[in-house]
């Protein structure tokens, strides 16, 4: 239950940031660019929620794309609710219900949890893909923060194999800023 609510918890939030992020939003208050990532923070409800982020340098897929929203990655702190390095993916296209994204970095495979799990889901939440085990989150943030690239592989509600790849330059300097201003 805690993961179900936590998951639509995060889906608003992790929107919000990418919504922040694509529109320059004034609600979210920079910490800088680091290579292809962005760092920034903003305050939710009071609490302060510090996240970097960035969007996919190439993408493969076997079909055209066609509509695609925006697509990020996410790493985000909320200090007020004692949650660190929540992993979160965009995907900008609704995922395959029941299927797992599959993440890799540096050889490293990580199979993250995903919003598509039935027709009544909602549509943003069916565009979400997280983890749902603290321990292999911790160890693909700091992966992330350490690494050198990274590939999501999701299947589309079509069956459409979609694979994103991400530079991961300048991630260990953004995953340092948002530790610092969060105090994790």
């Known amino acids: 239950m805690k993961k179900t ?66 697509t990020f990655l996410f790493i985000t702190h909320w200090p007020a609710e004692d949650e660190k390095n929540a992993v979160t993916i965009q995907a900008g296209f609704t995922i395959k219900p029941g299927s797992k994204a599959v993440v890799t970095v540096d050889g490293k495979v990580f199979n993250m949890a995903t919003g598509g799990k039935d027709k009544a889901t909602a549509e943003s939440d069916a565009q979400m893909a997280w983890m749902d085990d603290q321990g292999k989150e911790d160890e ?3 992966a992330i923060s350490k690494g050198t690239q990274l590939t999501v592989r999701n ?30």
């Open 5 to 70: 609510l936590f998951a639509t918890v995060f889906a608003t939030i992790a929107l919000s940031a990418a919504a922040a992020l694509a529109q320059g939003t004034a609600d979210a208050k920079p910490l800088g660019k680091f290579g292809v990532w962005e760092a920034a923070w903003f305050m939710d409800n009071g609490n302060k929620v510090c996240y970097m982020a960035a969007k996919p340098q190439s993408t493969d897929s076997e079909k055209p794309v066609k509509g695609r929203d925006e």
């Open 140 to 142: 693909l943030a700091v």
């Open 155 to 184: 299947a589309s509600k079509r069956g459409n194999t979609i694979t994103d790849t991400y530079s991961l330059q300048g991630s260990g300097e953004a995953y340092k800023a948002i530790n610092k201003e969060c105090g994790m």
